[in-house]
């Protein structure tokens, strides 16, 4: 029996952390033992619990309450919380996701106390390292025996790196969640109907990233674009707690009058949402890659993406901060046929189950 330390914090953590979490419960429990650490980055009920809920996850064994403040103290204040779980609970692993603070902070509490550490989604880069994201997934990279690498371009990036060992094309467990909750999202959300939404007929939006949210220009660029889209197409926005902040702060709100802005939504409302909408625009890397998923054409309002796949497919297209570039890019992505409409380079949605494995086997 293995002992592993799973540390999640953000919501698309939890997501990838549910398919591995299932995987090892329904195949791998009398191998391997999970104890679940939620540092608390994502805090409110729409932003965490929920998700814990419609995922299935079980109750965290540690929830560290942890949010807020610079990134330097969010991850000073996780490292310390989690070096002392990690005393307490000596695992063979701890298992990290993504390119967060609590990704960051949970792979060198492990390294630094001689504890394995495995990446999952290791090795993307969109070589932008103003992006706190791309510092976290360079270092936490580094300090990893294996990585769990979602693309073969993941693989060759490391490779570029000098990094060849325990390096592991897994697949995308993103993937694997897209496969098993798109049909019950369908079916069990009732999203549309609350909203009053016809499938494609509307264009879903998100904007959270710091490059967007903390630079004053390009946020009122963004919203400017989103309140002009929403004359000739409606716009749904859920609104990530602190984008809504300083949208306020700055006064921006007239901008969004026509926009039908709403909290966080529910995970499988989220989906139903992306399958349903005609167009979806963002800057998060997750939802690139679910509007790839459901075949939904995509505008990324960054200059860069780890999911180059998603471009080359004819799928996303990237836009950066410019209101009249996502304008104009809203009205081609819609009509242009996109290329390659069958290719999959994200895995076959068993991602989950290599991973469980190569952690039994290493």
């Known amino acids: ?66 949010s807020g403040g610079s990134h330097g103290l969010m991850t000073g204040r996780m490292l310390e919380a989690i070096e002392q779980v990690l005393l307490k609970e000596k695992p063979d692993w701890v298992l990290v996701y993504g390119d967060t603070n609590s990704t960051l902070a949970g792979a060198l509490a492990a390294v630094k106390l001689h504890i394995r550490v495995a990446h999952v989604e290791a090795g993307l880069r969109s070589f ?36 060849k060992s325990g390096v592991i094309n897994s697949g995308d467990v993103m993937y694997d969640v897209a496969l098993t909750f798109r049909d019950q999202a369908r079916q069990r959300s009732t999203v549309l109907q609350r909203l009053g939404l016809t499938e494609k007929a509307f264009t879903l939006a998100t904007c959270h990233r710091a490059e967007n949210t903390d630079d004053p220009t390009r946020l009122k660029q963004i919203m400017s674009a989103l309140g002009s889209i929403a004359n000739d197409l ?77 471009v080359h497919a004819g799928m996303n297209m990237l836009v ?19 290329a390659n409409n069958d290719a999959q380079p994200y895995g ?10 190569a952690l039994v086997k290493h």
Not at 34 to 40: A, K, R, S
Not at 320 to 338: L, V, Y
Not at 348 to 357: E, H, K, L, T, Y
């Open 1 to 66: 029996m293995i002992k592993v330390v799973t540390v999640v914090g953000a919501r698309p953590q939890f997501i990838k952390a549910a398919a591995v979490s299932r995987v090892i419960r329904d195949t791998y429990a009398d191998q391997v033992q999970e104890i679940l650490v939620h540092t608390g980055q994502h805090f409110d009920e729409n932003m965490s619990k929920v998700f814990f809920d419609e995922l299935d996850i079980p109750k965290p064994n540690y929830n560290l309450e942890i």
């Open 128 to 163: 932008n390292m103003r992006m706190p994201e791309e510092v976290n997934r360079v270092m936490a990279d580094r300090i990893s025996t294996l990585l769990f690498c979602p693309t073969e371009a993941a693989v060759k990036n490391l490779q570029l790196e000098g990094v």
């Open 234 to 310: 409606p716009v749904v926005l859920p609104l990530h707690p602190r984008t809504r902040k300083l949208i306020y702060e700055q006064d921006l709100q007239p901008l969004l009058d026509r926009v039908t802005v709403l909290e966080p939504v529910a995970f499988l409302d989220m989906v139903a949402l992306e399958q349903a909408a005609k167009l979806i625009l963002t800057d998060s890397g997750g939802v690139q890659k679910e509007a790839f998923f459901y075949r939904v054409p995509c505008v990324t309002m960054r200059e860069e993406t780890e999911w180059v796949e998603t």
């Open 320 to 338: 950066g901060a410019d209101t009249d570039k996502i304008i104009q890019a809203t009205i081609d992505m819609q009509s242009k046929e996109p």
């Open 348 to 357: 076959n949605g068993r991602s989950a189950f290599g991973i469980v494995d």
